[in-house]
Structure formats: structure tokens, C-alpha cells
């Protein structure tokens, strides 16, 4: 009896400097299937074989940690020289994201919600320093990298911290390998930027520098080099959330300020007794919340998940994407007579409406004559005369039909054909400045065109089953 793969691949979901995680479903007896997630570490890391031998054992060590509040890992395999992890599926976004996708709309989270989330952070963070061996002895672990990216919410509100052992196996890393934890210096303890050892009490500062960002919507520790933000780090010097937004009760600053005490002798000394003050505080100031505020929350930001299948929502999120990735190097310019950067509108784009209706809304506004005098309404503007035909504009704002007419008497038509016509007026001839801008607009629509067909294209091939087989070639 032939052995039959026991992962399989479905689409890649996110990427970073260590691995590449992706979706993908986990096969048994008679077909029986559960998703899963699978990280595979990055072929420049493979090489490493004192990296890969600490992840092999942080792996295995991460296998014992079985809480709700962490993504609990089912299994570690071995594929094309290079080596994955199978983990628990959340179906839903990290904190990353969620910073992100608040400062795009102008949102700021509810203080109990944060509260809540912090609080499921601590759970989880308790349940991994506490945890002992076989013998009862204490394993002694320290996640090290808590920070946005690794903290994970699903759509239904549940909290869970990924990557243990992991991040343990990054710090072990020897200096000659750049850029491995670049991005995460933000979230260092002071004694983790100063070169110490750390114990749990660095995991409950990186949790108050989480607490901090999202009661406040801003960025605690953030220089502008690496080396700039280690400093701001070891100073430490904390701003009281409550000066900087009203709804955070000053008794809220003692705890943030608490869990973020340079000394970390006046810090909180266990992750169980910071979630017990933030209890405490919800309790004392009559503030209900659940994972239910939590789902309520991601919904706001978000929109209902639930309204479209997946495949419209691949569609959705590959031609975001582009049009993002396009406005970033500059082939989209900004739509307005300034020609200012304006955000794109993500709210429209999550109640339905494409991320182009904008433009669309443009060239049908636009005035025919306007597109060969060089407007400064856009690139797609600028273009209606050149692309008629091409479903971006109407052809009849360029080009009048023909009418029928009926035949005049042969007298008449002889009388007519007598009568010379005034010469017609000389167009202007478009200088070459403008020529050549409408040839640069014209080179960015096309590219934007041929994208958009890539991310159909691609859409198309899951649909069809092939971009499983192309996946699963790459573990």
C-alpha cells in the first residue's frame, strides 16, 4: 500500500524574513481533511545547520504547550532540504494588521477591548513560563518575540500567540546572519536591547508595549534606524496613555506603566498578575467585554467575512494588492487637481465597491476635449481620447456616428456641387511634450491591465485545481 501525502498545500498566506506560511489542509483515512497551517523555513536559513538543529529542538519543545490562548503545533516534517512546521489554521488577522487596518479608517479600538486582548495575551504567556517537564521541572521558557505580527485574532474574537520556540531558536542565531530580526526592536525588552539575559518579565514588557500601542494608536519605540530605536528602547521613557487619549483612565496608566518599568524589579514579576490587574481595573469600572466585543470589533474593522465565498475574496484581495502595490511605486498617480497623495478607500472596497470605481467615476466626468490639452486630473484621464474602444471610456465622447441621409434631387445635388466649402480651420498638432507624457500614461495603463489579468489569471488557476499542484511542488 502506497503512502499517501499527508499535507497538502492550498495558497501561500503571509511571508517574512525566517519562513513563508501557508494555508493548507491536513488528510487522513477516507477522506477526512482539516486545515492547517505550515510554515516552512526559508532555503538561506536551511543552510544553517546550528539554526536548523535549535529549531528541531524549540519545535519539539513548543509541541508540549497546549493552551487556548497559543497556536498549538501538530507536527514538524522535512521536505525538498528544508524543514516545516504544521500549526493550528486562525482564521482571521494578527494585531499587525489590525494597527494597520485602524490607522487606514481612523479607528481607534475600544479600551475594554484591548484590555481583553492584553488579558488573553497573558493567559497564553503564563500557561508557556510555567510550563514544566515530565519531572516537573520548569522548562523556563521565554517567547522573546512578542509583538504584533505573532499575536493572531480569528474573525469569532479568539486571542492566540504563534511562533514559540521559534523566536526562542531567532536569539541563538549567531551575528554573521543579517537581518534576521530586523522589525522586531521595537519590541524589545531593556535588557534584551542592552545584550542581558531575559527572563519572563521581557515577555511582559514586549506585552505592555503592545497594550501601549493599541490604547494610544501610535508607535512606542520607533527610530529611524535600527540602532536609533535600540536606544529608545534602553531610555525607556513611557508617555501616560491618558495624555494622549481621553478615554484612558489614569488608573489605567498605573498598570501600562507598571508592565512597562525600566527596572524590571518594579515590573510586574509574572504574566498572571498583569492580567489580574487589568481584570481588576474592567471589573472596578463596570466594563463588560467578551470574545464577543472582540469578533464585534474585528467586523468594524474588517466588514463580515462571511458575505462573500473565498473565492471572490482571493479575487478581491489579489487586485487590492496591485492597485496598492502600483500606487507604492508610483504608476497610479494621485487622482486629485493637486496631484496630493490620498489614501485609497478601503471602506468602499470592504462594502463592495471595486477599488477602480474612482478612476471609472473620473473618465466618465471627464470632458472629451480635456484629454488632449494634458489635465492634471491623472494618468487614466489624460488617456480617454487615446483608448477609446477599450472599455475605459465611451467612443462616442471622441468620435461622432455617421448619419444616413436620404439622397436630394439631381438638380439640387448639381446646384450644391457648385458651392465651394470654406476651407476647414487647421487643427493644432499636440506638441511633443505632450506626446510623450500621454506615451508614459498609456505604457502604466497597459501595465496596470496586464496585472489585474495576472491576478485573474491566478484566481482562475485555484479555481481550477492547478495552483495546488504548482504550490505544492515548493515544499
Request: glycine share 8%; hydrophobic share 40%.
Amino acid at each position: 500500500m502506497g503512502v499517501k501525502q499527508r499535507y497538502q498545500v492550498i495558497e501561500r498566506i503571509d511571508a517574512g524574513g525566517m519562513a513563508e506560511i501557508f494555508k493548507g489542509r491536513a488528510l487522513s483515512l477516507d477522506g477526512i481533511e482539516r486545515p492547517v497551517a505550515i510554515k516552512r523555513i526559508l532555503p538561506s536559513l536551511s543552510q544553517n545547520r546550528k539554526f536548523l538543529k535549535m529549531f528541531i529542538d524549540e519545535a519539539r519543545l513548543s509541541m508540549r504547550l497546549s493552551h487556548a490562548n497559543i497556536v498549538q503545533v501538530f507536527d514538524v516534517g522535512r521536505a525538498d532540504d528544508t524543514y516545516f512546521l504544521v500549526m493550528e489554521f486562525v482564521d482571521g488577522s494578527n494585531i499587525r494588521r489590525i494597527v494597520q487596518k485602524a490607522a487606514e479608517i481612523g479607528y481607534q479600538l475600544p479600551v475594554a477591548v484591548v484590555l481583553n486582548i492584553i488579558m488573553e495575551i497573558c493567559r497564553g504567556l503564563a500557561t508557556a513560563h510555567e510550563a514544566t517537564d515530565a519531572t516537573g521541572a520548569p522548562l523556563g521558557i521565554v517567547h522573546r518575540d512578542v509583538s504584533p505580527p505573532n499575536v493572531l485574532i480569528s474573525w469569532s474574537g479568539e486571542v492566540k500567540i504563534t511562533d514559540f520556540g521559534l523566536a526562542k531558536a531567532v536569539s541563538q542565531l549567531e551575528r554573521t546572519e543579517p537581518g534576521v530580526v530586523k522589525g522586531k526592536f521595537s519590541y524589545l525588552s531593556p535588557e534584551a536591547a542592552e545584550g542581558k539575559d531575559v527572563d519572563a518579565r521581557s515577555d511582559i514588557f514586549s506585552a505592555g508595549i503592545i497594550l501601549h500601542e493599541l490604547l494610544t494608536n501610535r508607535r512606542l519605540f520607533m527610530g529611524k534606524s535600527d540602532l536609533e530605536t535600540v536606544e529608545l528602547v534602553k531610555k525607556c521613557q513611557i508617555p501616560s496613555p491618558s495624555t494622549i487619549r481621553e478615554a484612558v483612565k489614569p488608573e489605567l496608566d498605573v498598570i501600562v506603566l507598571k508592565a512597562l518599568a525600566r527596572d524590571r524589579r518594579k515590573r510586574y514579576q509574572s504574566a498572571r498578575e498583569f492580567g489580574d490587574d487589568m481584570a481588576d481595573f474592567l471589573f472596578a469600572n463596570g466594563m463588560k467585554v467578551t470574545g464577543f466585543d472582540v469578533a464585534r470589533t474585528m467586523r468594524e474593522l474588517f466588514g463580515r467575512k462571511d458575505t462573500l465565498d473565498g473565492y471572490e475574496l482571493r479575487v478581491q484581495e489579489m487586485i487590492r494588492e496591485e492597485v496598492l502595490s502600483l500606487s507604492m511605486m508610483g504608476l497610479l498617480d494621485s487622482t486629485s487637481p493637486q496631484g496630493r497623495s490620498e489614501p485609497i478607500d478601503i471602506v468602499g472596497f470592504d462594502q463592495g465597491r471595486s477599488l477602480l470605481d474612482d478612476v471609472w467615476g473620473d473618465l466618465a466626468a471627464q470632458p472629451a476635449e480635456a484629454s488632449s490639452q494634458g489635465t492634471a486630473t491623472g494618468d487614466f484621464t489624460a488617456l480617454s481620447a487615446e483608448t477609446t474602444g477599450s472599455g475605459l471610456t465611451d467612443s462616442s465622447a471622441t468620435k461622432k456616428p455617421k448619419k444616413t441621409k436620404k439622397k436630394a434631387p439631381k438638380a439640387a445635388r448639381k446646384q450644391k456641387a457648385q458651392k465651394k466649402d470654406p476651407p476647414a480651420p487647421a487643427e493644432t498638432a499636440p506638441t511633443a511634450a505632450a506626446k510623450k507624457k500621454s506615451s508614459g500614461k498609456a505604457l502604466k495603463i497597459a501595465l496596470l491591465l496586464i496585472l489585474l489579468g495576472l491576478a485573474a489569471g491566478t484566481a482562475w488557476a485555484f479555481s481550477a485545481g492547478h495552483l495546488d499542484r504548482l504550490l505544492n511542488s515548493l515544499i
